[in-house]
């Protein structure tokens, strides 16, 4: 068998409790990797365990949104695991009506669409064509344009930093998705109050595991875990 | 020993012109302006070398310390299409005389129409249509705007990923630009 670290090897549940993971002994990074890949994307959420049925019926009407396979679209940050993974609220409880929905969508089709879209925003705002409408809208813009380039080399393009104007269809797509996944939500769950839902668009699943893999072992490093 | 580039830079640029419109000037008639304001304003002027800033720009260097671009649009041609950019008085030398060769032949708006179409204006942006296309700007359609924000990037070619530095140059760029543009219009 493949060798794993202890830590890996003791994870008994879906939802594992962050606060456990210091007193595992040391984590070995690559069994970071494997838990982004199985308990970081596949399976039912925290979010809806108990409604999949929603999260089900919420992700096919995205899925029909955009005619790819429910299957591609997945969810990630707090409302995946129950806690955020974030190095700066590592362990924060994942609270339904306080917490956005972060969807993940794999497809190689939407990641070049979406791609096409944001460096079309970028050279905009950059030649001075996109002018922001507000002070809020400036201060993410310039921040976006920054982020775009180096999220498209490692193979993502989140929906969230392109404007959903007319102009970029594909963005305008996205966003029209994930109201739909927000709308099944809602409707489905009355005490549920969903906040914001956005969309990021992997170019294939290399890419998401690198992305949320490495993220959780940069969090893992600030959070002074054990990791090797 | 340059004339003997002559016949082969002729018939790239007629290369460039054949797939040109009846009328080049209604398509771009907003970029070509703001090229020509950018670039070079005494285009229509001069044939193929601007001599008054040629001596504008020796006497920056020598006296000021200050280097100057005196390129006219027809020298900004010949480097492109001959592919040589060192810093040689001798290239400096025979951009000239093919400039002036390349004057004779075409008009003035094929020799812009053809530098549009090889001019680099950036990432992924070499040629007017490209680098058009990177902006979401139809051509034809082009605003003022639009036109001097392309022409900006001329001086200041838009990198993969810009900076915000970048983005403060290309503004001055585009002011300057439509500034003189502004200019021309109440003269």
């Known amino acids: 068998m493949t060798r794993s670290s202890e830590w890996f090897a003791q994870l008994k549940t879906a939802y594992p409790?962050?606060?456990?993971?210091?007193?595992?002994?040391?984590?070995?990074?690559?069994?970071?990797?494997?838990?982004?890949?199985?308990?970081?994307?596949?399976?039912?959420?925290?979010?809806?365990?108990?409604?999949?049925?929603?999260?089900?019926?919420?992700?096919?009407?995205?899925?029909?949104?955009?005619?790819?396979?429910?299957?591609?679209?997945?969810?990630?940050?707090?409302?995946?695991?129950?806690?955020?993974?974030?190095?700066?609220?590592f362990g924060k409880p994942y609270v339904s009506a306080r917490s956005d929905f972060d969807l993940f969508l794999v497809s190689a089709a939407w990641f070049s669409k979406l791609k096409s879209d944001a460096e079309l925003f970028v050279a905009r705002f950059s030649s001075g064509l996109a002018a922001p409408r507000n002070e809020p809208e400036r201060t993410f813009w310039e921040d976006n344009v920054v982020r775009i380039p180096d999220h498209i080399s490692r193979g993502f393009v989140n929906q969230a930093y392109v404007p959903s104007f007319d102009r970029y269809p594909n963005a305008q797509a996205c966003y029209a998705a994930c109201i739909s996944f927000q709308r099944i939500v809602s409707a489905e769950l009355s005490a549920e109050l969903v906040r914001r839902v956005?969309?990021?668009?992997?170019?294939?699943?290399?890419?998401?595991?690198?992305?949320?893999?490495?993220?959780?072992?940069?969090?893992?490093?600030?959070?002074?875990?054990?990791?090797? | 020993?340059?004339?003997?580039?002559?016949?082969?830079?002729?018939?790239?640029?007629?290369?460039?012109?054949?797939?040109?419109?009846?009328?080049?000037?209604?398509?771009?008639?907003?970029?070509?302006?703001?090229?020509?304001?950018?670039?070079?304003?005494?285009?229509?002027?001069?044939?193929?070398?601007?001599?008054?800033?040629?001596?504008?720009?020796?006497?920056?260097?020598?006296?000021?310390?200050?280097?100057?671009?005196?390129?006219?649009?027809?020298?900004?041609?010949?480097?492109?299409?001959?592919?040589?950019y060192e810093l040689k008085l001798s290239r400096k030398v025979t951009e000239v005389l093919l400039a002036r060769a390349l004057s004779h032949r075409f008009s003035k708006q094929q020799l812009l129409?053809?530098?549009?179409?090889?001019?680099?204006?950036?990432?992924?942006?070499?040629?007017?249509?490209?680098?058009?296309?990177?902006?979401?700007?139809?051509?034809?359609?082009?605003?003022?705007?639009?036109?001097a924000a392309l022409a900006a990037m001329l001086k200041v070619p838009m990198p993969q990923s810009p900076s915000s530095r970048y983005r403060e140059r290309h503004a001055q760029r585009v002011r300057h630009i439509l500034s003189r543009w502004e200019v021309e219009k109440s003269a």
């Open chain 2, 1 to 84: 020993m340059h004339m003997s580039e002559l016949p082969g830079l002729v018939e790239k640029v007629s290369r460039l012109l054949e797939d040109q419109s009846s009328d080049l000037s209604s398509g771009l008639a907003n970029v070509m302006h703001a090229v020509v304001l950018a670039e070079d304003h005494r285009y229509f002027q001069h044939r193929g070398v601007d001599y008054r800033a040629m001596v504008r720009a020796c006497w920056m260097t020598v006296f000021r310390q200050r280097v100057q671009g005196a390129s006219t649009i027809e020298q900004q041609l010949v480097r492109t299409l001959r592919r040589r």
């Open chain 1, 198 to 228: 956005s969309v990021r668009v992997y170019r294939d699943w290399e890419a998401v595991e690198s992305q949320i893999g490495g993220s959780l072992v940069y969090a893992l490093r600030e959070t002074g875990h054990d990791l090797s």
């Open chain 1, 17 to 89: 409790d962050p606060a456990d993971w210091k007193t595992k002994g040391q984590i070995r990074k690559r069994d970071v990797f494997r838990f982004a890949r199985l308990w970081m994307t596949e399976g039912i959420p925290y979010a809806f365990v108990d409604k999949p049925a929603v999260y089900e019926l919420a992700r096919e009407a995205f899925a029909d949104r955009l005619h790819v396979h429910p299957k591609e679209v997945s969810i990630s940050g707090s409302g995946r695991l129950g806690f955020s993974l974030a190095s700066t609220k």
């Open chain 2, 113 to 147: 129409f053809a530098y549009l179409q090889v001019a680099y204006f950036g990432w992924r942006a070499s040629g007017v249509n490209r680098a058009a296309n990177r902006l979401g700007i139809i051509l034809s359609r082009a605003s003022s705007a639009e036109a």
